[in-house]
C-alpha cells in the first residue's frame, strides 16, 4: 500500500476512532457556582409527545432563533433518544430579575401556520435545559383526601386549541410569553449560589404596542414600567397565516431550601400515577412465598426419591426403575439443532451479564438521570463487552454436545441475534428518518454502531469462543444410550405447548407491576430511578424462572419425557409473549396513539424488547434446568 492512501486510511481510523469515543462521552455533573450577574445559559432540546412518540428538534418550528445555533455534544444514548440540545436566545443573569423582555417578533407565513397547528393537536411539548436541569411545569393535583399536591411535568405544550369570546369554532393559540421561576441555594459563606430548580408558566397573550415596531418599541400589554404584567392569557395569541407573534418572557428568582444534591427529588416523583408501594411489596412477598414453597417441595421430594432409589441399589433382589431415573441413558442426548440452542444460550449470558452490571451501576448512583443519555449508553457499552462471556458459553456447550467447527458457532453467535435487531431497528429508523423527526439515527452514530458490533463484539465473541473449546469437555454424569428409548403418550397437562406456556405465567407475573412503570417512564416521558427496587424485582425475576423450570422439567422427567433441553429454555422464555401481550394492552388503554407509523413504531421497539427478554429468561431457566439435571443423575448410584 502507498504513503497516500495508508495516510489516508489512518485518517480515517483515527476520526472514526475519535467519533466513537465521542458517542460515549457523558457530560459531567459537578454543582455549579454562579455569583450574582454571572449570566446564565438556556439550551433548548427536542420537541416530544406522548401521542405520537416522533421527537423534533426545537428549531424545527419557526421560533426565536440566536445569532448562530450551536449544537451541544451528546453521547451516544442521548442521540439514540432524539435529544437535539442547542443554544437558544433566552438569556439570564443570576438573581436579577427581568420582566417582559422582547426576543423577537414573526410574521407567520402558511407553512408556518400549518406546522405550529399539527404540533399543537399533536399536543406537543417544548424542552429546554437549565445548569443540566430539564424544564419543568408545575401543576396542581387533589388526591382522595383533597389535599392538593404540586406534580411536575416536563416541558411545556406549544400551544392550545379551544373556543374563544363565544366564537363557536375551535382555535389555535401559541404560548408566546413564557414566565421562567429558577431556584437557588445560596451558600451563606461564600455568597455563591447554585441552582436547584427550573419551572416555567406559559402564557398566550397577544401583545400590543404602540406606533411602528422598532427594537426600542415598548409593549402595551407588558410593561413593568405600567405596571401591566402578564398574569393570565385573556387575550390569547391566534395563530394564523400573517398574524404577527411577539415572543416574551419573564424571569424571576426564588431562594430555596433544597440543597444541590437533593435538586432531582421533585423530578422523580413526577409520575401522574403515584407509586402504591404497599401493593409492590405485598406481590412480591407473594412471589417470594410461593418460590419459598416451591423450593421446599421440590427439595423434599427429590430427597425421598434418591434415597428410594439408592436404597433399592444396595438391595439384592432386583426392582424395576421407576420415574426420573428410568430415563437416564437418554437425558443427556444431545437435542435436535443443538448447534441454535448453543448460540441462544451464549446470547442468553451476554444478556445477563448487561443488565446485572448495568442495575448495579444504576443501584449504585452512577447512571443518575443527570447524565442523559448514561443508562442507553452503558448498556450498549456492556453489551459489547460482554461479548467474550457469550463465545465463551455458547462453545462450551457446543463442545458438550460433541461439535467440531467452533468457528461457526462463534459467527452465529455474534450476528444472530444483533442481527435480528440490527434489521428491526434500520426498518424503524427508516420510518422515522420518513417522517423527517430527530429520533432518526444519523449516518455518522450508526456508522458507529456497526463498527461496536464488527470492531469489538465480534472479535470479543471469538475470543471467547477460542478460550471456551480449548477447556475441557463437560462431562455426562451417565452414559448416553446407542438407540434413543421411546417416550410413552404423556397426559394432556404434560403437552409440550401447554406446559411451556403455563410455565411463563410465574416469571411475568413478578415483573409485571414493575413493568408497569418502566412502560410509563418510556412513552410517557417521566423519569424512572427506582432501581433499588427494580435490582430486588429482577433477583426475583432470576429465582422464578429457575424454579418454575426445574420444577416443570422434573415433572416431564418423571413422565419418562427425556427432551428436556428446547424445552427448558421455552418454559421460562414464554414469559416474553405475555410481555409482549401486555404491551398491546398497555398500548390500547393507557397510550392516545393515532398515528399509523407511531404505532409501528411502539410495536417494533416492544417487539425488540420481548426478543431480548426472551433470550434472557430463557437461558436463565435452561441454565437452572441443566444444573438440576446433571445434580440430582450424580447422585444416584447407577449401573
Known amino acids: 500500500m502507498d504513503a497516500p492512501r495508508r495516510s489516508a486510511l489512518f485518517s480515517f481510523s483515527l476520526l472514526l476512532l475519535l467519533h466513537v469515543a465521542h458517542c460515549f462521552y457523558l457530560p459531567g455533573v459537578a454543582p455549579q457556582d454562579f455569583d450574582k450577574g454571572d449570566p446564565l445559559t438556556v439550551k433548548v432540546n427536542k420537541l416530544t409527545s406522548i401521542k405520537t412518540q416522533l421527537p423534533y428538534s426545537y428549531y424545527s418550528l419557526p421560533y426565536c432563533t440566536p445569532d448562530s445555533i450551536v449544537d451541544s455534544a451528546e453521547n451516544l444514548g442521548e442521540v439514540?433518544?432524539?435529544?437535539?440540545?442547542?443554544?437558544?436566545?433566552?438569556?439570564?443573569?443570576?438573581?436579577?430579575?427581568?420582566?417582559?423582555?422582547?426576543?423577537?417578533?414573526?410574521?407567520?407565513?402558511?407553512?408556518?401556520?400549518?406546522?405550529?397547528?399539527?404540533?399543537?393537536?399533536?399536543?406537543?411539548?417544548?424542552?429546554?435545559?437549565?445548569?443540566?436541569?430539564?424544564?419543568?411545569?408545575?401543576?396542581?393535583?387533589?388526591?382522595?383526601?383533597?389535599?392538593?399536591?404540586?406534580?411536575?411535568?416536563?416541558?411545556?405544550?406549544?400551544?392550545?386549541k379551544g373556543k374563544y369570546s363565544g366564537s363557536t369554532e375551535e382555535k389555535y393559540f401559541i404560548h408566546n410569553h413564557l414566565s421562567f421561576n429558577v431556584k437557588y441555594h445560596r451558600d451563606l459563606q461564600t455568597e455563591t449560589s447554585r441552582i436547584v430548580g427550573f419551572e416555567v408558566k406559559p402564557f398566550s397573550v397577544k401583545h400590543e404596542y404602540e406606533g411602528e415596531w422598532s427594537d426600542n418599541t415598548r409593549l402595551t400589554s407588558c410593561d413593568p414600567h405600567a405596571n401591566r404584567l402578564v398574569t393570565s392569557s385573556s387575550n390569547p395569541q391566534e395563530v394564523e397565516e400573517k398574524q404577527e407573534i411577539i415572543f416574551t418572557y419573564d424571569v424571576s428568582f426564588e431562594q430555596s431550601d433544597v440543597k444541590w444534591a437533593s435538586r432531582w427529588d421533585a423530578y422523580l416523583l413526577m409520575s401522574d400515577d403515584q407509586i402504591h408501594w404497599f401493593s409492590i411489596v405485598n406481590s412480591l412477598m407473594i412471589v417470594l412465598f410461593l418460590s419459598g414453597m416451591v423450593a421446599m417441595i421440590m427439595l423434599r421430594t427429590l430427597y425421598r426419591d434418591i434415597s428410594k432409589y439408592n436404597e433399592l441399589e444396595t438391595q439384592e433382589e432386583a426392582q424395576e426403575e421407576t420415574g426420573w431415573k428410568l430415563v437416564h441413558g437418554d437425558v443427556f442426548r444431545p437435542p435436535v439443532n443443538s448447534d441454535l440452542l448453543c448460540v441462544y444460550a451464549g446470547t442468553g449470558v451476554q444478556c445477563f451479564g448487561m443488565m446485572l452490571v448495568t442495575m448495579m451501576f444504576a443501584v449504585l448512583g452512577f447512571l443518575s438521570p443527570s447524565n442523559r443519555g448514561g443508562l442507553m449508553t452503558a448498556m450498549l457499552f456492556l453489551w459489547v463487552f460482554m461479548g467474550i462471556f457469550a463465545g465463551y458459553a455458547s462453545a462450551r456447550l457446543y463442545k458438550m454436545f460433541k461439535g467440531t467447527e467452533w468457528k461457526r458457532i462463534a459467527l452465529r453467535t455474534s450476528f444472530m441475534f444483533p442481527g435480528t435487531i440490527a434489521v428491526v431497528f434500520f426498518i424503524l429508523n427508516a420510518l422515522i428518518w420518513g417522517e423527517k423527526s430527530s429520533g432518526a439515527v444519523p449516518f455518522g452514530t450508526m456508522f458507529a454502531l456497526i463498527f461496536l458490533w464488527f470492531g469489538i463484539s465480534v472479535p470479543l465473541v471469538f475470543v471467547g469462543s477460542y478460550v471456551g473449546f480449548r477447556k475441557q469437555a463437560i462431562e455426562d454424569p451417565v452414559k448416553t444410550n446407542k438407540i434413543p428409548r421411546q417416550i410413552p403418550e404423556q397426559a394432556w397437562y404434560m403437552n409440550p405447548i401447554f406446559s411451556i406456556l403455563i410455565g411463563g405465567i410465574l416469571p411475568f407475573g413478578a415483573v409485571f407491576i414493575e413493568l408497569f412503570f418502566i412502560l410509563t417512564s418510556i412513552w410517557l416521558h417521566q423519569f424512572y430511578y427506582i432501581f433499588g427496587f427494580l435490582f430486588i424485582v429482577f433477583m426475583i425475576l432470576i429465582v422464578t424462572c429457575a424454579e418454575i423450570t426445574i420444577v416443570l422439567c422434573y415433572f416431564q422427567l418423571c413422565s419418562e419425557d427425556y427432551l428436556w433441553w428446547w424445552r427448558s429454555y421455552l418454559t421460562s422464555g414464554s414469559s416474553a409473549l405475555y410481555l409482549f401481550l401486555y404491551a398491546a394492552f398497555y398500548f390500547f388503554t393507557k397510550l392516545e396513539i393515532t398515528k399509523p407509523v407511531s404505532g409501528m413504531l411502539y410495536f417494533g421497539y416492544m417487539l425488540i424488547a420481548s426478543y431480548a427478554f426472551f433470550v434472557l429468561t430463557g437461558t436463565i431457566g435452561f441454565y437452572a434446568c441443566f444444573w438440576f439435571t446433571r445434580l440430582i443423575y450424580s447422585s444416584v448410584k447407577i449401573d
Open 80 to 160: 439514540l433518544r432524539g435529544d437535539r440540545i442547542e443554544n437558544s436566545p433566552y438569556t439570564f443573569k443570576m438573581r436579577e430579575p427581568q420582566m417582559c423582555n422582547v426576543v423577537c417578533r414573526k410574521t407567520l407565513d402558511n407553512k408556518q401556520a400549518k406546522e405550529f397547528k399539527e404540533k399543537i393537536d399533536d399536543e406537543y411539548r417544548v424542552n429546554m435545559i437549565l445548569d443540566n436541569l430539564p424544564l419543568v411545569m408545575p401543576t396542581m393535583r387533589r388526591g382522595v383526601d383533597q389535599d392538593a399536591t404540586t406534580i411536575y411535568q416536563l416541558g411545556y405544550y406549544v400551544g392550545l
